[in-house]
């Protein structure tokens, strides 16, 4: 039981270019979020999914798509990078509504 | 989901039990009260949750008011590796749970 895997841990982009977060769960959770964290910040939703084939806006989704076409995998692609979209990467899980999250350890980007 | 408000900084001595409040006047009926926990760099890690009756498990004991307007997180004998920032958010228990925002918690620092 791995819980929540993302990957890369850390990555550098030029800007301009695009690429895709991993993010995956082995515990059949079907509740899943993804959530960026700026140095001394707190966290900030950018989407989320209650299940595969759903999915919906948070706080900050622009310049970020993503699909569920699995319970097991959230991906999370950023499409034309910025250095406004340097920050940490927090993929979250949650098997029901009552039940708290299970976070990934997280992506460090850096937009150069 | 309901806004919380939570001091931004507290200090607890070694051995103590730590309170931490967190203010969530808006809270509406389907909403229940999450507090996780962010050591340095780490990811989240979820603590405990309630709905209107006071909950305890291995980690902590949550106190909500009867008008759940508030709530306590309470850490029964602090050591140093309590030292973290602590969330306290409230989200609904229904297909919408997906939408969790965090704040900017509070930095609790327990001092030797």
């Not at chain 1, 850390?10 to 515990?27: N, Y």
């Not at chain 1, 059949?28 to 993804?34: I, Q, T």
């Not at chain 2, 140093?80 to 749970?97: E, F, K, Q, W």
Request: aromatic share 10%; hydrophobic share 30%; proline share 5%.
């Amino acid at each position: 039981n791995a819980g929540v895997t993302q990957t890369p841990k850390f990555q550098v982009l030029k800007t301009g270019q695009s690429m895709t977060l991993q993010c995956a769960q082995d515990m059949n959770h079907e509740y899943m979020s993804w959530y960026r964290q700026d140095p001394g910040m707190g966290l900030r939703l950018i989407h989320y999914s209650v299940g595969a084939g759903i999915t919906d806006q948070g706080e900050v989704p622009n310049g970020y798509n993503v699909s569920r076409s699995t319970t097991e995998d959230f991906p999370l692609r950023l499409l034309s990078a910025a250095p406004s979209q340097t920050s940490v990467y927090f993929c979250a899980s949650s098997y029901t509504p009552e039940y708290g999250y299970t976070f990934g350890s997280g992506t460090r980007l850096t937009v150069v | 989901d309901a806004k919380t408000t939570q001091p931004p900084s507290m200090d607890c001595a070694e051995g103590r039990a730590a309170n931490l409040p967190c203010n969530h006047s808006t809270i509406s009926g389907n909403e229940y009260v999450y507090w996780y926990r962010q050591i340095h760099s780490q990811g989240p890690q979820y603590i405990i949750h309630g709905l209107k009756n006071n909950e305890t498990n291995e980690m902590a004991s949550l106190i909500i008011t009867e008008d759940r307007k508030s709530s306590t997180l309470i850490l029964p004998h602090a050591t140093l590796r309590d030292t973290a920032v602590y969330y306290c958010i409230v989200r609904a228990g229904n297909t919408n749970a997906g939408k969790s925002t965090f704040g900017d918690g509070t930095t609790l620092t327990v001092k030797p």
